[in-house]
């Protein structure tokens, strides 16, 4: 049974946050835990697929019993949910990761953002945004989220590329059309679809494009 169908009964309630004098050691211990759950989540979608992971698998792959687990998440909605806001996490800071450095050479941006592509991170999330077409419980949770991540995705873009914003329209269209491509390129190559020799060439094209657009961008500027 996935996770967003499991009606575990609710556990103890969490702590509450620490005060304002800091973190306790409680707390801090709470939140490790926390996050160890949420990467056995992960790591449970990963292996099984999304249809086939229980809360029960979840807390034996984090190494706790189902007590445990329930006193930090209530149930699997809860879980899962703290699982999609840490993917999301993840690819933005991936992204900040593919923007770092001042030139902003679209070669080394496009190679850095395709390795995270194939981190387990990334399987993940593509197992979750295709149960979600047939699944309205975790549609329920992922489509909100969704909307949450491209808010802050391209308010990140936006601080990151200044040099971009005087035509916010071409910015548009490299950043749908760079995201859209490799995450596209990534599901083929998982599914077996895209031939990886087609990788490198494919790569190599949008570079050239996003090179194209920003030099449109660039002569467009008043000097």
């Not at 709470?30 to 160890?36: E, L, Y």
């Not at 056995?40 to 992971?53: E, F, L, P």
């Amino acid at each position: 049974m996935a996770l967003a169908t499991v009606r575990s009964a609710p556990g103890p309630r969490a702590s509450r946050p620490p005060s304002a004098k800091g973190p306790t050691q409680q707390s801090l211990k709470s939140a490790q835990t926390r996050a160890r759950l949420i990467d056995a989540t992960i790591r449970c979608i990963v292996k099984y697929g999304y249809a086939d992971t229980t809360t029960p698998q979840v807390a034996a792959e984090a190494g706790l019993s189902r007590g445990a687990m329930l006193h930090h998440f209530e149930n699997g909605v809860a879980l899962i949910k703290a699982a999609i806001v840490e993917l999301h996490e993840k690819r933005l800071r991936a992204f900040r990761r593919a923007a770092e450095g001042d030139d902003h050479e679209p070669a080394a941006m496009v190679k850095t953002y395709w390795r995270q592509l194939q981190k387990p991170a990334f399987i993940a999330f593509h197992e979750l945004a295709l149960a979600a077409r047939t699944n309205a419980d975790l549609a329920r949770i992922l489509h909100p989220l969704q909307v949450e991540f491209r808010e802050k995705f391209n308010q990140q873009a936006v601080q990151l590329f200044p040099e971009w914003q005087s035509d916010p329209e071409r910015f548009a269209i490299a950043m749908s059309f760079s995201q859209t491509m490799m995450e596209g390129m990534a599901i083929g190559m998982l599914t077996g679809a895209m031939n990886e020799a087609m990788v490198e060439p494919m790569l190599r094209q949008m570079e050239l494009q996003i090179i194209a657009l920003k030099d449109e961008v660039m002569k467009a500027q008043p000097s």
